[in-house]
């Protein structure tokens, strides 16, 4: 059985972006740092309560963003497994597997999302094993009960490992997004004070974006990483 380490997990995820980080970038952003963007100046405003998170804003805010993310993360995926691919290829594909991610989410949602609530560790450990979702579906492109299948068999063994890269890749996550949220909010203080309140506003935003869309890069590809190491 293969070895799996986070410094190794890691080091792959960094050299993948690395490779071609500006083409991965280009496919990503117009499915999450435009989306992001729009909903900023277009959408509607967070809720500040739990009341306020009605259906449809829920949609709007959270379901559909991510529904269209998702292809982001797919055509990463593709281009990190398959590096010698055009980028137009990789989109195509995202689109082809997208229908099947989507029910793969759906028939996991329940489950992971128990954990979660419940006790939190074992819907990591659900999440961990399911991790390999996003390269399965772009790559061998099953159906949905398949790629639940197939990525819980590929990371026997490997449970514990990929959940300590969730923690320490969320807690780095964090501490980053802390950071960025700062540049932003430093851009906007000052356009701010130079009478450019809505410049501002529009470039704490894109900080933010920008960084979501870096971090949902980093995700796809530390997923594909991680498959290409277990299915040898």
């Known amino acids: 059985m293969p070895s799996l380490k986070f410094a190794e997990i890691w080091q ?17 952003a117009p499915f999450t740092l435009l989306v992001d963007m729009a909903l900023v100046v277009f959408g509607p405003a967070p809720p500040r309560t739990i009341a306020g998170f009605t259906p449809i804003v ?19 995926a593709h281009m ?16 082809v597997a997208l229908p099947g991610y989507v029910g793969a989410l759906l028939l996991s949602a329940l489950p992971t999302g128990l954990g979660l609530l419940l006790f939190v560790v074992p819907g990591l ?71 450019l309140k809505s410049a501002g506003m529009f470039a704490a935003a894109l900080a933010t974006a920008a960084f979501s869309t870096v971090a949902a890069m980093g995700s796809a590809a530390a997923s594909t990483v991680i498959y290409r190491k277990l299915n040898r």
């Open 80 to 95: 990190v497994a398959l590096p010698d691919k055009a980028p137009r290829a990789a989109l195509r594909a995202a689109l």
């Open 12 to 28: 792959g995820m960094v050299a993948a972006l690395r490779a071609d980080f500006a083409a991965m970038f280009a496919i990503a």
């Open 125 to 195: 450990y659900i999440a961990a094993r399911l991790y390999l979702v996003v390269p399965l579906a772009v790559v061998e492109r099953l159906g949905p009960l398949a790629l639940l299948q197939r990525s819980w068999r590929l990371t026997e063994g490997h449970g514990l490992a990929i959940m300590l890269f969730f923690v320490l890749g969320m807690l780095f996550i964090f501490g980053a997004g802390l950071i960025a949220a700062g540049v932003g909010a430093a851009l906007a203080s000052v356009l701010t004070l130079a009478g």
């Open 58 to 76: 829920v949609l709007q805010l959270m379901v559909l963003p991510g529904l269209v993310g998702a292809i982001a993360l797919l055509a990463v």
